[in-house]
């Protein structure tokens, strides 16, 4: 299991992401809340990392460019 999400983590440039980074990324864009994001991961502690780390507002803005 560890070395599909790896490989999903890595497949961006391919469409590929794991659920964690769509939630991040659906939170960034504030389409749902942060509660909503955080009860709907598998690994709640892992969104809340690339939450914290600002990766997913900053994925937001380059899309909206």
């Given at each position: 299991v560890?070395q599909?999400?790896s ?19 659906l939170?960034?864009r504030?389409l749902i809340?942060?509660?909503d ?9 892992e ?19």
């Open positions: 560890h599909i999400v490989s999903m983590q890595g497949g961006k440039k391919f469409g590929m992401q794991t659920l964690n980074q769509c939630l991040a990324d939170y960034g504030r809340s942060h509660e994001a955080i009860s709907r991961s598998s690994d709640p502690d969104l809340q990392n690339i939450i914290s780390s600002g990766n997913a507002g900053l994925r937001a803005r380059q899309r909206a460019s």
